[in-house]
């Protein structure tokens, strides 16, 4: 069976710190990767989206980036964190050539002070 | 905007009740799919209706669909506590000739609770 893991949980951090938070994904090969963040009590913003190594698109101009070094792998990262990047970032993966359904990670919790 | 916008934003029952949630779009899709959020948790897939299909059921959830009105409703019959949740709708976006832009497109969210 297929899983999908994000690292840390939680993640607090000053602003102006680097950041870099993981998502693997177990089970699978060739998987579509998302980078979506999730703001309180609202939607789902997509950040980056990924259909094989180092193919990354970037859906919203801002001061992340994203990389995958491996097939699954997906990292999100930063060099300098704003205050309005705090938020709930989410990893997903979904079958190349499938219908598009998507798997969630659990999620990180992040809070820029 | 091609997302979904799920309307209520907001919804309050009684255990044993149906709760209705609505989802409209804007263009043509390949499918919408639903899916489920408990509080800081990640989105959980509930079901997936195709363009072609016009309801479809899982348990005790009914999906359906009116690609004429681009929207779709999610029922949950006899609810529970446990349905406590954010509900969103998602949708795969029809390119030319049927494919796909690898990614969906996701609403606002309609917020369950269900008291026991």
């Known amino acids: 069976s297929q899983t999908i893991h994000q690292w840390p949980a939680t993640l607090v951090q000053p602003v102006g710190s680097p950041l870099s938070l993981e998502c693997t994904v177990e089970?699978?090969?060739?998987?579509?990767l998302y980078w979506y963040r999730q703001a309180a009590g609202r939607g789902l913003q997509l950040l980056f989206y990924?259909?094989?190594?180092?193919?990354i698109s970037s859906e919203v101009p801002q001061n992340l980036s994203a990389s995958r070094p491996q097939d699954r792998q997906f990292i999100l990262s930063s060099k300098k964190l704003l205050l309005s990047d705090s938020g709930f970032y989410l990893c997903?993966?979904?079958?190349?050539?499938?219908?598009?359904?998507?798997?969630f990670g659990p999620g990180t919790r992040l809070l820029v002070l | 905007s091609q997302q979904g916008e799920e309307d209520p934003q907001a919804l309050s029952i009684q255990e044993g009740e149906n709760a209705t949630m609505n989802c409209s779009y804007k263009t043509s899709i390949n499918n919408l799919q639903w899916y489920r959020q408990n509080s800081g948790r990640g989105l959980v897939h509930l079901i997936l209706?195709?363009?072609?299909?016009r309801e479809k059921h899982s348990g005790r959830l009914r999906v359906t669909l009116d690609t004429s009105k681009k929207s779709s409703s999610l029922l949950i019959t006899a609810s529970r506590a446990a349905d406590t949740a954010s509900y969103f709708c998602a949708t795969d976006v029809a390119v030319d000739r049927g494919s796909t832009l690898g990614r969906l497109y996701f609403g606002r969210g309609t917020q369950l609770t269900v008291w026991p």
């Open positions: 089970g699978t090969s060739n998987p579509n």
């Open positions: 997903a993966w979904s079958r190349r050539g499938g219908q598009g359904t998507q798997y």
């Open positions: 209706i195709r363009s072609n299909e």
């Open positions: 990924s259909v094989g190594i180092g193919q």
